[in-house]
């Protein structure tokens, strides 16, 4: 073969000319044979992972997606509160397009997305993402865990993008914020975001270095991405921006608004806050809201009569030269951080952290153990760490399909398992439970079962559960190993055994409840406890438990549906509503349980729990670190049985945990904590 530019013999497989350096363009038959060979025998490989991968996510769908520090529990597939497998396997063949595993479809995917967004000046272009296919999920792990922050950045004002030659008769498009928020509550034709699939993702703001959260909604139909809620956590405040983008990838709408927690709704008339109307890249119309009262800054008529102006409106004509300069300073940036948002976050890796602290006996937290995480299924240690002088540890993992475990060694002390580590798009990371290493040693156990809705005859307590078989399995979240111990419980609905020490799983099933799952920790000595069954629900029905230990003494539940105000809530002031949803038992001296009934389930519909430290609220100890040391969990049980389980943060200064939200009948985990709750106390009846 001969180079086409200077005519010099080189060999036939090559494909750059050893002398001038010149690419040959054709190979021979023979290189291009043996380039055939390689890339089959590395199709081949990949198709073994490939293969692998699909089983262990197939294993995972069917037993029920799972979340750091909150597990999918239920054995089958509950269509009412968990996607079908149908609806999971085509989010996962979505997710995996849009990740970019395929190299042609995530480069015109790219390119897709910078000519359909980015107004009229265009998007700056950006390093492309390495491509990790061929990457094990060993080598992920440990590149994540290499950094010093594995989350990626954004630069939401970096100035990308330039707003299209203004319009005076442009006007906003109201459709799609008035069918995909569910304004009329008694309305099938609103309401979609409720049946939209739900994505997050964790990003760090490039300026402020403050941690963002992205919730992600995406038309389960079109597989468009419609609206993303941004939450910059500043302080003890969280500035929320809620983005709207049209099926082309234009900003639509921009609510802005500062708030202690976050409640997810839509800009309703009379909540402060800044709202941006767009069309065609034009902001059309500014409304500020304080302190209800509605100050509208429009193009002209057109801007002016979308969208009904309960305020005072002023038309571009009449600004002053600072009040133009303003509206079109305040056009170019919200453009830009609508834009920059939609590029950053759709085309970024999502990234989750597994964590949690590690405590002695008597709950003095313990640097230096040694913690190992696997793959479920697979004895290959994927990354080892250490806990920190307080007692933490914290491994970054991609939110990819997938389940880990993580086991715990300390000298003199029996090692520990915590199985059922499952990750996906919705893991943001979160604190798994607590891990106790205890000495090696032996101790007696007394575990007492009691309803978790029906007091007992006297009324001043809840009601035994005798007969129930129970089986005991070394681990947390062992839920299918070896059985260590088994029995039934006595008439007083005690379990007696004798353990070595350590953590343990224990199973309950009884006839008329939903079979549970619980953590046992075996110590040296003290080991009774308590636990809660569930009694059996019809279909539809929901039931929701909250336990802790014995302080702080009152938590309380607090349940809004989609049918409510927030004084009207499920809570201890307003225990029932017309819907049959209920608050049944309420505990206000320690351990719960606290217990709230849901009688129908709506499924286009949003519900959202959430768990008040009322002891130190009401005392106005906001930054009490009480309730996240409580040990406090949250069962949720369908007709299915015990289908998810969520464990209260760790060492967090707080009395609000935001515990989860149901759409379209999916769990959907929040684990988010806050202590500055002085504007926001719906916890109360200050109404």
């Not at 309960?310 to 305040?330: I, L, P, W």
């Not at 003199?412 to 891990?435: A, F, H, K």
């Not at 949720?636 to 200064?653: C, I, Q, R, S």
Request: charged share 25%; net charge negative.
């Amino acid at each position: 073969m001969f180079c086409v530019k200077c005519g010099k013999e080189i060999p036939d497989h090559v494909q750059f000319c050893t002398y001038c350096g010149n690419q040959v363009k054709m190979m021979p038959a023979s290189a291009v044979s043996q380039g055939t060979e390689a890339e089959d025998a590395k199709k081949t490989n990949t198709g073994g992972l490939l293969i692998a991968g699909c089983i262990i996510a197939v294993c995972l769908l069917l037993g029920g997606i799972g979340f750091a520090g909150f597990r999918f529990l239920s054995k089958k597939a509950d269509t009412t509160v968990v996607q079908s497998n149908e609806d999971r396997e085509e989010t996962e063949n979505e997710e995996t397009d849009d990740a970019g595993t395929n190299e042609e479809s995530a480069d015109a995917s790219e390119e897709e997305t910078q000519t359909e967004v980015g107004g009229t000046g265009g998007s700056k272009q950006e390093e492309q993402p390495e491509e990790v296919g061929e990457e094990t999920i060993m080598e992920r792990v440990q590149k994540l865990n290499a950094s010093r922050n594995a989350i990626p950045s954004i630069d939401v004002d970096a100035p990308n993008y330039e707003p299209a030659q203004r319009d005076i008769n442009a006007a906003w498009d109201q459709t799609l914020f008035y069918t995909l928020e569910d304004i009329d509550k008694e309305s099938m034709a609103d309401g979609l975001i409720n049946t939209y699939l739900i994505s997050r993702k964790e990003l760090l703001n490039a300026d402020s270095g403050n941690q963002m959260e992205y919730d992600i909604y995406t038309d389960p139909g079109t597989n468009k991405v419609h609206k993303i809620v941004s939450i910059e956590y500043v302080g003890e405040w969280l500035n929320i921006t809620e983005y709207y983008y049209t099926a082309e990838g234009k900003v639509n709408f921009i609510y802005v608004y500062a708030d202690t927690n976050y409640f997810p709704s839509y800009a309703t008339p009379n909540r402060d806050g800044n709202r941006y109307y767009f069309n065609a890249d034009i902001m059309t119309k500014w409304r500020v809201v304080l302190n209800g009262v509605q100050t509208n800054y429009v193009l002209g008529e057109n801007s002016a009569a979308v969208g009904t102006n309960a305020g005072s409106v002023k038309h571009m004509k009449d600004f002053s030269q600072e009040e133009q300069e303003t509206y079109d300073r305040k056009e170019r940036e919200m453009l830009n951080m609508a834009y920059n948002t939609y590029n950053t976050v759709l085309n970024t890796d999502g990234v989750a952290m597994i964590q949690g602290y590690v405590y002695g006996e008597d709950s003095d937290v313990i640097s230096g153990v040694y913690v190992a995480l696997y793959e479920e299924g697979n004895p290959e240690c994927l990354y080892e760490t250490q806990t920190d002088e307080q007692g933490l540890y914290s491994i970054y993992v991609p939110t990819d399909v997938n389940e880990y475990r993580l086991a715990f060694k300390e000298a003199n002390c029996d090692d520990v398992e915590m199985y059922s580590i499952r990750m996906n798009n919705q893991t943001l990371g979160g604190y798994q439970p607590s891990v106790y290493m205890i000495p090696t040693a032996g101790s007696d156990i007394s575990v007492q079962i009691d309803d978790a809705l029906n007091y007992n005859e006297y009324g001043d307590g809840m009601a035994v559960v005798a007969g129930a078989d129970y089986a005991i399995r070394r681990g947390v979240d062992n839920f299918y190993g070896e059985v260590v111990a088994s029995g039934v419980t006595d008439s007083y609905g005690y379990i007696y055994e004798y353990l070595p020490t350590g953590m343990y799983t224990v199973e309950i099933s009884k006839a008329g409840y939903d079979q549970s799952y619980f953590t046992l920790t075996v110590r040296t000595s003290n080991n009774t406890v308590q636990f809660h069954l569930s009694p059996k629900l019809a279909e539809g029905e929901m039931r929701i438990v909250l336990t802790w230990n014995d302080y702080p003494n009152d938590l309380d539940s607090h349940l809004f549906t989609p049918y409510c105000t927030a004084e009207e809530h499920i809570c201890y002031y307003h225990r029932e509503d017309g819907k049959g949803n209920s608050l049944d038992v309420d505990i206000t001296s320690g351990y719960g349980p606290e217990t709230v009934t849901v009688a129908n389930l709506e499924r286009n519909g949003l519900y959202k729990y959430y768990v008040a430290d009322y002891t130190n609220c009401s005392q106005e100890y906001y930054d009490s670190y009480a309730m996240s040391f409580s040990n406090a969990s949250v069962h949720v049980y369908t007709h299915d049985g015990l289908v998810a389980e969520f464990n209260v943060p760790t060492n967090k200064e707080g009395v609000i945990w935001e515990v989860f939200e149901i759409r379209n009948g999916v769990i959907i985990p929040a684990q988010r904590y806050y202590k500055a709750v002085e504007d926001n106390d719906w916890w109360s009846m200050k109404w």
